[in-house]
């Protein structure tokens, strides 16, 4: 309930560094059907992070988020199916450094 208020759910957000660290944060997840509605709150919650959708269970960003996917996950009951990856390469991101207007 505490970490609940620290976070301010609806206007949480992921801190912009000044410089890139060349890394990638990768969440996947495996939300099953039967829960359809967490996986919907859950997939709403990384776009309003500002993660990319790379695929339909794969998110992306630039950006240190562990912190906050943690959040997400206990808050939501999916720790066991998402997944959290810090990335040193990714094969044709120049989408994706376009998007995040990386150099």
């Not at 709403?44 to 630039?62: F, G, H, K, N, T």
């Not at 999916?78 to 990714?90: A, E, G, K, Q, W």
Request: glycine share 0%; charged share 30%.
């Amino acid at each position: 309930m505490n970490r609940a208020l620290t976070y301010q759910l609806d206007t949480m957000m992921v801190r912009k560094p000044k410089r890139w660290d060349k890394k990638w944060r990768v969440v996947i997840f495996d939300i099953p059907e039967k829960y359809r509605r967490v996986r919907d709150i859950f997939r709403s919650r990384l776009r309003q992070l500002s993660l990319y959708q790379l695929q339909e269970s794969v998110y992306i960003s630039p950006y240190p988020c562990f912190s906050e996917i943690e959040f997400l996950r206990e808050l939501y009951g999916v720790s066991f199916t998402v997944s959290y990856l810090l990335v040193d390469r990714i094969e044709d991101d120049e989408l994706l450094r376009s998007h995040f207007e990386l150099s």
